[in-house]
Nanobody, 115 residues
Framework: QVQLVESGGGLVQPGGSLRLSCAAS????????MGWYRQAPGKERDLVAT???????NYADSVKGRFTISRDNAENTLYLQMNSLKPEDTAVYYC?????????WGQGTQVTVSS
């Protein structure tokens, strides 16, 4: 059983920045892929960014150049740095970790971009 504790969400003005954190209850070495997803009201849950065990990253076109996914293995924590935020980034953000036989989701953190 793995607990994923998300933090860092909140209200920010357009053009501002937020840093989301996802702290896992065990080593990130247990997982092959880690990622962030988001879901706006009435819309599908979409992939935002992923990072694999080797460090390679991938981003949705809508966030390329603005968001950065990273991890700190020593702290068992996944991060999403979000810059130049837009109103359309408003959503509940979820972290996800995937191993060979497991798939865990965080409970989500609300990000609202509004003036």
């Amino acid at each position: 059983q793995v607990q994923l504790v998300e933090s860092g969400g909140g209200l920010v003005q357009p053009g501002g920045s937020l840093r989301l954190s996802c702290a896992a209850s065990r080593s990130l070495f247990s997982f092959n892929v880690m990622g962030w997803y988001r879901q706006a009201p009435g819309k599908e849950r979409d992939l935002v960014a992923t990072i694999v065990s080797g460090g390679s990253t991938n981003y949705a076109d809508s966030v390329k150049g603005r968001f950065t996914i990273s991890r700190d293995n020593a702290e068992n924590t996944l991060y999403l740095q979000m810059n130049s935020l837009k109103p359309e980034d408003t959503a509940v953000y979820y972290c996800r970790v995937v191993g060979n036989l497991v798939n865990y989701w965080g409970q989500g953190t609300q990000v609202t971009v509004s003036s």
